[in-house]
């Protein structure tokens, strides 16, 4: 399984922002996960990939960023860009993002308004407060106190990583936990940060801000968000029997296994470990029945960029699936909500969107045959050839380019399984 893109991006971005020298094993080796290695590169960090595959990053230290000669271009991914636009933030230099047709839709504005009240400046932005953007990070970077009006573990991380160069505790409110990874890592390198429970189902996180974040190894541990391809393809194609090894099981991200179970799906936990500070186990999955089931708004955050594949799941189980609450998905690499209805639509599944939830009339058997549009969304990609591996006829998709900037080993991972691509 590839390594964790999540915490690829953060092991660079906080290996840039320390003293000394950062080991990363296990990088995941994505398009987006490079990208953000050229633009920690372009800030003054030395990033070098070594032998047997260790990624070595030696910091500058918080606030130490050098202004970029160039336009820091993070490609497809929004993780990448708005966690380094928190960094920069913090730092007394102006930058120009900018990303590919996808990145180039999607909302920042929601990310400015935190930044500027921290001391940041924008200087130039694309129609509607999109990219391409310059920022001007803050020259006396201030701490706040700030409530996220939506749940977004990405706003959430570029406020820290701004707050890092402030005096005093930056403090996020969260009225829903997102995945805590960036929390987990400041710990890690020294920040002295509190994270305590904040209503039904939120946190607050309390960072005092210009700590000295010492280098340490970083062992980056496989993608759940990943490994939901697979798994789900054990779990409908007939007679199948699969283990994954080593997927990370932080609670915040484990959602669709959740969810999966709640579906009847046999998912065993064969053994369970701790490496670096997270929560890994070996998943046994075995091919069986599924039933529809409803998924509540409250578990959205904790299985975000699941709900395609999950939708697939739903789309082969006998019954109704109801997930709530999902309208963030119209803002991911696609319009995530409606390109999933529309993947399950053409290839004669029924299903409909009723506000922000979405409603799959699963059938135990999906007729497939049609070419799905991926809309530069590598997970709508892969959901869609995983359906094929089920379906009564193939699913074609029309560009599998997007694979690589989450999942480069996609294709000969599902040959080695028994995958047919034509
Ligand atoms: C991510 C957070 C999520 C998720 C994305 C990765 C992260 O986005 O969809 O793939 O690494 O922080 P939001 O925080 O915008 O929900």
Redesign the pocket.
């Known amino acids: 399984m590839p390594g964790d893109?999540?915490i690829s991006?953060?092991a660079l971005i906080l290996g840039a922002l320390t003293v000394g020298e950062t080991r990363i094993l296990g990088l995941l080796e994505g398009e987006d996960v490079i990208n953000t290695g050229r633009a920690m590169r372009a800030l003054g960090a030395t990033v070098e990939r070594r032998g047997e595959g260790a990624w070595h990053v030696r910091g500058v230290g918080v606030g130490g960023f050098a202004e970029p000669a160039s336009t820091l271009d993070f490609g497809n991914s929004?993780?990448g860009c708005?966690?380094v636009m928190g960094a920069v933030a913090g730092c007394p230099v102006a930058a120009t993002f900018d990303g590919d047709a996808s990145l180039r839709k999607r909302p920042m504005r929601r990310l400015l308004d935190p930044l500027e009240r921290i001391g940041a400046r924008v200087m130039a932005t694309g129609e509607g407060g999109r990219l391409p953007m310059t920022l001007q990070g803050a020259r006396d970077p201030m701490p706040i106190i700030y409530e996220p009006p939506?749940?977004?573990?990405?706003?959430?991380?570029a406020v820290l990583l701004a707050g890092l160069a402030a005096p005093g505790e930056t403090t996020v409110i969260e009225a829903q936990a997102?995945?805590d990874?960036?929390e987990r890592m400041l710990s890690h390198f020294g920040a002295e940060l509190r994270s305590e429970t904040s209503g039904a189902h939120g946190r607050r996180v309390v960072l005092r801000g210009q700590p000295e974040l010492v280098a340490a190894s970083i062992a980056v541990p496989a993608d759940p968000?990943s490994a939901a391809f697979p798994l789900v393809a054990a779990l409908i194609v007939p007679r199948s029997e699969l283990v994954l090894e080593g997927v990370m099981m932080n609670p915040l991200r484990t959602g669709l296994f959740t969810t999966l179970a709640e579906m009847g799906a046999q998912i065993e936990i064969v053994s369970r470990t701790t490496e670096g500070g997270e929560e890994i186990a070996d998943l046994r999955l075995r091919a069986g029945e599924l039933r529809g089931v409803s998924v509540p708004a409250e578990r959205a955050?904790s299985m975000?960029?699941e709900y395609p594949i999950l939708a697939v799941a739903a789309s082969f189980a006998n019954g109704t699936t109801r997930m709530r609450g999902l309208k963030?998905l119209r803002?991911?690499e696609s319009d995530r909500l409606q390109a999933t209805a529309d993947m399950l639509r053409v290839n004669g599944v029924e299903a409909e969107i009723e506000g922000d939830d979405l409603i799959v009339h699963g059938r135990g058997r999906v007729p497939g045959g049609a070419r799905v549009a991926t809309h530069m969304d590598h997970r709508i990609a892969m959901s869609a050839l995983v359906m094929g591996l089920a379906a009564e006829k193939p699913v074609m998709v029309d560009d599998s380019a997007f694979i690589a900037t989450s999942f480069p080993g996609f294709v000969p991972l599902m040959q080695g399984l028994g995958a047919d691509f034509g």
């Open positions: 893109k999540s991006h953060r929004g993780t708005r966690l939506v749940a977004s573990a990405q706003l959430k991380s997102t995945r990874h960036t968000s955050p975000i960029d963030e803002v991911k």
